[in-house]
Structure formats: C-alpha cells, structure tokens
C-alpha cells in the first residue's frame, strides 16, 4: 500500500479538480485540442484531467506521444470501456475493432481485417484499378455540374464510401442511389450524436443510463444506422454462396461457419455488423474530409495548385490515369497532399487509449485503467519539428533539393498496436483521387463566394467550414 501510495506521488500535474465535475469546465469540448494546448504550455508534456470521477492523463508533443505508442506499446493499447456502447448492441465477443478492449478477440478481428483488406486488394494493384475507376465517376459527376458553383462535400463523400462498400458488400453505389443516400444520411446522424454533450456526459456518468427512456432517445441515430447495416448484411447473405468469397462480408461469414471456435474468437453475426459499421465510420469520412481539406488549400493557394499542374503535366500528361507508380516522381504533390494532413489535422485528439498496466512514462506514474488521450495536434504541429507549424507550408515534406521526405512526426494515423488499419487505402484514395481531379480541372473560388475560412469546425474530427468552389476542365 505504502508502495502504491509513494507511486501516485508521481502522477502527472494538472488543473485543479472540482467537486464532481472535475476538470470538466475547463475544457472546450468543440475545441479539446486548443484547451489542451493551453495545459500544454503550463502543465508540461504529460498534464492529468478529470471527467467527473475519471482519470485522464493527454500526452503531448511528438518525443512524448511516440515514447507511449511505440516505445511502450502494448502498455497504451487498451481502450476506455463505454458502458453506453451496449445500447447500441455491443457486448462479450462483440465490440466491433475501433473501441475493443485489448485482448485476443480484438487481436484476432484485427489480423483477420488486415489480411482480408489485403486479399481484396490493400496496397495491391486490384484496389488500385478500383480507386481509379471510381476517380473517373467522381470526375464525370464534378464535369456534370458545368462550371457551377457547388460543395464537393457530397461528391468527395460517395466516391471514399463507395471504396469501402467495394470491398464489403462487393459493389457500389451510383451517386444518385435511394439506398447510398440513405446510409450516408443515418451515418452523419450517428456521428453527431455521438459527439453531442450528452452522449459524453454519458460516458461518464453512466448511472443516468438506467433513466427509462433515455437510452433509446439519446442513441436513436445510431440505433437506426445499425438497424440499417443488419438489413444490407441480411440481403447479402441471401446470395451467399460458401464457395466463392466475393468480399468482406463473405469472408467474414465463412470464419463464422468454423463454429464454436470461431465464435469465441468473434466471428459472430452481431460482430460482423459492428466490425463493416466501423470499416464504414472509420474508413469514409476520414478520407473525405482530408481530401476536402486539400482541396480547400488549393483554392486558398492559386500557386501551389499551379505547380501540381506542371507537374501531372510533365509526369503523367492530360490523358492517361494516374497510378500509384507515379508517386516518386510527382515529389510536390505528394508533399502538397502529407502537408494538407498534416496542417487539415483531423484527429487533432486522436482516439482514446487507456493503460493496459500500470506504466511509467518520462519520470511520471501512469495507473493501469487510465484513459490516455494521445494529443496528435501537438505532434502534427509541434513547433520543435516543424518549420511554420500552423501554415499550409508544403516545403515541411521536401528536401533542398525538391526531393520528397517525410518526417518522423508526420503521425497522423497515430502509431503503434492501434495504428490505423486503413491507412494504406487511405494513402491510396488521396494519391489517385486527388491527383485524377487536379489532372482534369482548375478548382477555383467563385468571385461572388466570401473566402472560406483557414480553420476548422470539430465534431470526432476537424473538418473545413462548408465551401463552394468552381471547377474548370483542363
Ligand atoms: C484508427 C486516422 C482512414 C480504419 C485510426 C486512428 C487514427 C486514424 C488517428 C486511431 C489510432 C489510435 O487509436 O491511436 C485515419 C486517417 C484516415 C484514416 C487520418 C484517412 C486520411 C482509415 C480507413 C480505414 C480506417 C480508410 C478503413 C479501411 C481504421 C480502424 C481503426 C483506425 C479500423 C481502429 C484500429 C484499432 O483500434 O485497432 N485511424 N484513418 N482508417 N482506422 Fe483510420
């Protein structure tokens, strides 16, 4: 006890704790990565917080946050339990990958979801030729507005989530489509909710859970976009034939035929829905909301978007499609596209861990069960590895003599055990799609439209402001 009691002596500094609401009133919950940049600068690289009676501790910088996640990996590989999860249909085997607790079954969904992604073509030519023909409808859809004035958001949107509907459902959607509208509509709701107060309140204070009714009122989006899941996965498992695997979701049904095993291991159905609903939550508007960001600094920076041009121009000309292959030789749009990540900053809190055991990080004592909120805002701009961390500066990825570099504190797909599984896709949507627009239209702001705004808007993830642009063939 004496032992214990001498650890806690080190526990990391922070604001003082008021009687049960802790820390909370301190924090911008629109803006948590500027509060924590405020504690930050007082408190050091390691600062604690407390939402009413739960510890948290936000490391900061990228010495410290790569120390944690790769360094001491296994040891913040945890993530926080939610009770109010189990409203919307997790439970023991079942806890989908992004929020499952550290342990075999999350292990095991895991490797199953990498190899599967790659099997279906991650990181390979096949995914590749299908990014590519998605590029040509979203090209074909831009072209059909005809020099109007129009938000690309939607667009952008169906293009990313129909890559991920290719590799789980073996199909795509026309933009247009009843269904695809649908899913995107029930997505967005969910989303919103849960970055709305009260569902953070409800995470910490789960007792106010038991209030009748209040569980089916709060979560009612996500309830639906689940319900909606089941029926897509219920009509594809009518055509399901165990011989052949057309997909994710097939492979996915024939682990779940191995029996006993297998369903230990977390190949059930209520699994299955939750796994493609964090494919889809994870995988769609990450992508699309980077890309949005990159096309904004191209309307912002007239220049910059004249270079990338030269360079399609010069590398791969006006006709054929761009491929992953012309990636090292087009250095500036691939420091223009790491550096619209970097500065567009998404995830600026990342995801959040919790110890897995008790740890130690820079002289400081971090308990087993503490949440750990990985602040990649301060690695993606911290002002001892980046030259003008808050400028859209595309010379941060390019050497002296214009070659492409990456620096190590370019993370923002995190790192580690939890690393983002998608980010190879990821990295290939925003090569292609971004390079394929550029190659067929000049993005410009339209003269009557005000000049959209450099910062962003947060809700899970950092997005731009709502914008309209004009797009000009080539
Ligand atoms: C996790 C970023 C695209 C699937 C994450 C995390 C980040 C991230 C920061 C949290 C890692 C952590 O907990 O430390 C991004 C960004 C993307 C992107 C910036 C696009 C630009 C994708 C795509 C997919 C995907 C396309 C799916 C195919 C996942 C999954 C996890 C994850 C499943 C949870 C991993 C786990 O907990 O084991 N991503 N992501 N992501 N991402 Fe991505």
Redesign the pocket.
Known sequence: FMKRRKKWRHYPPGPMSLPFVGTMPYIDFHNPHLSFNKFHKKFGNIFSLQNCWTNLVVLNGYKTVKEA?VHKSDDFAD?PYFPMYEHVGYGDKSEG????RYGHV?KEI?KF?LST?RDFG?GKKSLEERVTEEAGFLCSAIKAEEGRHFDLRFLVNNA?CN??CT?IYGERFDYGDEVFRKMVTLFENSLSEEAGFLTQLLNVMPILLRIPGLPQKVFRGQKAYMDFIDVLIQKHMETWNPEYTRDFTDAFLKEMSKGKEAEENGFNYNNLCLVTA??FA???D??S??LRWAFLYMLLHPETQSKIHKEIDMVIGRERSPTMMDQVNMPYTNAVIHEA?RCGD??PV????MTYRDTELQGYFIPKGTTVI?N?SSVLKDESVWKKPNEFYPEHFLDVNGQFVKPEAFM????????????Q??RM??FIFFTTLLQKFTFMLPEDQPRPRKDGHFALINSPYPFKLQAIPR
């Open positions: 996640l993530r990958i992004v929020v499952a999350w895991r979801t992604l991650m990313v890559m991920i590799i964090d494919l994870a995988g769609s990450t992508t909301t980077t990540q998404i995830t990342g995801l959040p861990h990985t990649l923002p797909f995190s790192a580690g055990r939890r690393v983002c599984l998608g980010a896709l990821a949507e925003l």
